[in-house]
């Protein structure tokens, strides 16, 4: 040894010195590590922290109340209680009347209008509704809260601020005066904001809800599911177990990779090209918006699929094989269960992308602005994300909180895929 | 030198011949271009125990592989000649591969049971191939391989464990119960005990020789111990030549060509 390495020793001061900068440089490493998490979680909590504090103000929602006269001359002056008859009648003038009554000291026409701007803009169909669903109602006074419109909405949570000039800020010093009366008497509540849960898109940010885009997102969802999910499979199960290989087949793996990095937009152009134009399929439908997501999720699935299939121990193969199973019981007996926790993850992690997908759906029209809850697979709908565009671009105060608020439905949303993908990897994966 | 590898070891019995299970003539088989087998003609008696021997390369485990056509599986892989099982060609283009297997079974070197129960392992064969109808019958072929690979009395009160929870050699054991639940003619086995301990090994041979009175086995090892233990017939193999088939009591003892002499002495391999 000593021969060897001209008479050093590894307690030489050299030697020494090496191990000593080969421990400094391993902590070092521990470090960069440690150093890389927390700066990957400081930025989620910065993210978190941002989005939840602008948005959770969305989830409460001023409500006024407001005695209502349900006066019978005006809703339904006949006395027939024909739906018809009761449709016609303008029950925003019953709205203003409860407020006038409040306030008699309104009482030029501009004054009036501003203070029926203290409630919001449906209050009306709120009323109508509630008389159709029991004409009894007529004739009675009824104690009924209504939305606040969205302006005094954002004045009673402090959005507004009460110390700029007057001509700086969308309600009037006036406005100010009686909306601070009515909490004064009681009239005024913060609630909790079903709404938002309930209803699609609206103009009115107080009556704008996300339940268009959910349902849209999802109806959206099965369609790419439904189509992407077999395609992927089948075509990965092919590739890998049964194609031969040759440079075809190396020619296709070469373009699913690269169809797995073309922009989504492209596809959005395709979808508009190829399923609209030629086909004349529906604008702005989830069943087009499913197909384009399907074809960006594809590739996706095709290549967590062959991974998973691969991973497969080929001594499971030669097991079923030389049992006397054919190629097709090999693959569905043995290695697709095998296979299939890699398969749903790879599937889930690609329904997540398509979840948050906005620019393909722009190009086919979804992003259209839709009050209804779309029933069908045909309807013109929007879905989450391009929601969130859409408030995000919206210049009233109020579709500020419901944007972050609309984004933490969406991140709701991609939480549950994720541990769903958790147990169905669980309950499938299968020890040898 | 004395022709004995070890002192121990109990030559299998001077054989009296049995007819022909397989017969191979000229068999080449072809990696690409690289040739793994050349010109192999040998015949397989019924009801023995025929040992592959030779150094690690020799193409013993992919002649072996031949015969029940698991070479079918890889794509570059091409095989000349003909091999034929009880006079039917089993290259020929009417055979049924799947069928083939049923009837020629294998076991291979690293024990492989499904990663599902016992019982799963062993009646699945019998399941796809339409042997058995029901619980009751399902129930019986299983007990009964499971009897026959000597595993019954260990598992017996577990067969819903899952296979791959057994000892290396209770799995390989397994494997065998699994192989023969089909009631193939032949079982092909690829180095069995490679990767087992020396008890479980032991157990593995015991059981090789009893079911020699029901089927016809072929084995590569690579330990020529096992081979002289148990095997009646031995075939040697050299880098793709089939150097020398006998008895395996004169291949171990008398042997004719010099590099079978070589390699059982140790001098090379």
């Known amino acids: 040894m000593t021969d060897l390495l001209a008479g050093r020793a590894l307690t030489d001061a050299a030697a020494r010195r090496q191990l000593n900068r080969r421990h400094r440089a391993e902590r070092r490493f521990k470090y960069y590590g440690l150093a890389a998490i927390f700066a990957a979680l400081g930025v989620l909590a910065v993210l978190l922290v941002t989005i939840v504090g602008a948005g959770y103000s969305a989830f409460q929602q001023t409500h006024i109340q407001l005695d209502i006269e349900l006066r019978e001359d005006l809703i339904d002056p006949d006395g027939t209680r024909k739906e018809a008859d009761i449709r016609q009648a303008n029950y925003a003038v019953l709205v203003r009347d409860a407020l006038i009554k409040i306030f ?24 109508l509704n509630m008389v159709l669903a ?69 103009r009115e940010p107080e009556q704008a809800g996300i339940l268009g885009a959910v349902v849209g997102s999802l109806l959206t969802l099965i369609v790419t599911l439904v189509l992407s999910f ?64 399907a074809l960006m999720t594809l590739p996706t699935i095709i290549i967590a699929s062959r991974a998973a299939l691969r991973a497969v121990p080929p001594s499971i193969r030669e097991a079923a094989l030389g049992m006397g199973a054919s190629p097709v019981q090999t693959v569905t007996h043995h290695v697709l269960p095998l296979a299939m926790p890699g398969i749903l993850t790879g599937t889930i992690i690609g329904m997540a992308q398509a979840l948050g997908e906005t620019a393909p759906l722009l190009m086919i029209g979804m992003v ?65 | 030198m004395t022709a004995m590898p070890d002192q121990d070891v109990e030559m299998g019995r001077a054989p009296a011949p049995m007819p022909n299970k397989i017969r191979t003539q000229h068999v080449s088989v072809y990696y690409g271009d690289k040739c793994a087998i050349k010109d192999v003609s040998l015949d397989i008696e019924s009801n023995r125990v025929t040992a592959f021997i030779g150094p690690s390369g020799c193409g013993k485990s992919t002649f072996l592989r031949c015969i029940n056509r698991m070479n079918d599986t890889i794509d570059i892989c091409r095989v000349d000649g003909s091999i034929v099982l009880d006079g039917t060609d089993i290259y020929d283009s009417k055979i049924d591969v799947v069928q083939l297997r049923a009837r020629v079974g294998m076991v291979f070197q690293k024990p492989n049971p499904f990663p599902k129960s016992i019982y799963d392992n062993v009646a699945y064969g019998p399941r796809i191939h339409g042997l058995v109808s029901g619980r009751g019958e399902t129930d019986d072929v299983v007990e009964a391989s499971l009897n026959r690979a000597g595993l019954w009395d260990e598992v017996k009160d577990r067969l819903q464990d899952p296979g791959t929870s057994l000892s290396g050699g209770q799995q390989q054991r397994l494997c065998i119960a699994r192989a023969i639940a089909v009631q193939p003619e032949v079982i092909l086995m690829d180095e069995p005990c490679s990767a087992l301990d020396p008890i479980a090994t032991a157990r593995i041979e015991e059981l090789i020789d009893e079911l020699r009175a029901n089927y016809t086995i072929i084995i590569v090892t690579h330990s020529m111990q096992q081979a002289a233990r148990v095997s009646q017939r031995t075939a040697f193999f050299h880098l793709g030549d089939l150097i020398e088939f006998g008895d395996t009591e004169q291949v171990f003892t008398n042997p004719i060509e010099q590099k079978t002499q070589d390699y059982i002495t140790g001098r090379f391999g």
């Open chain 1, 230 to 293: 077999p395609i992927g499979v089948m075509a990965a199960v092919y590739l890998e177990e049964f194609a031969p290989k040759n440079r075809l087949t190396d020619f296709i793996e070469i373009n699913i990779n690269n169809l797995a990095a073309v922009p989504s937009i492209v596809f959005g152009l395709l979808g508009l090209a190829v399923f609209l134009n030629f086909f004349g399929l529906p604008r702005s439908a989830p069943l087009v918006g499913g197909m384009v997501l």
């Open chain 1, 368 to 432: 259209a602005f839709i009050v209804d809850v779309p029933g069908s697979f045909t309807d013109a709908a929007t879905v989450l994300p391009v929601q969130v565009f859409l408030w995000a671009d919206a210049p009233e105060r109020g579709f500020v909180e419901r944007t972050s608020a609309a984004i933490m439905v969406l991140l709701a949303f991609l939480i549950v895929m994720n541990i769903l993908a958790v147990v169905l990897r669980r309950r499938f994966e299968r020890r040898w």
């Open chain 1, 104 to 127: 008699p000291d309104a009482s030029g026409r501009r004054d009036r209008r501003a203070l029926a701007r203290l409630v919001s803009s449906g209050a009306d169909i709120q009323l």
């Open chain 1, 134 to 202: 029991d004409a009894t109602l007529i004739g009675s006074t009824q104690t009924i809260w209504f939305k606040a419109s969205a302006d005094f909405d954002s004045l009673s949570k402090g959005q507004i601020p009460r110390d700029v000039p007057e001509d700086a800020r969308k309600v009037s010093d006036k406005q100010i005066a009686w909306f601070d009366h009515l909490a004064a008497l009681g009239l005024v509540e913060k609630k909790f904001n079903t709404g938002f849960f309930t209803t699609a898109d609206s």
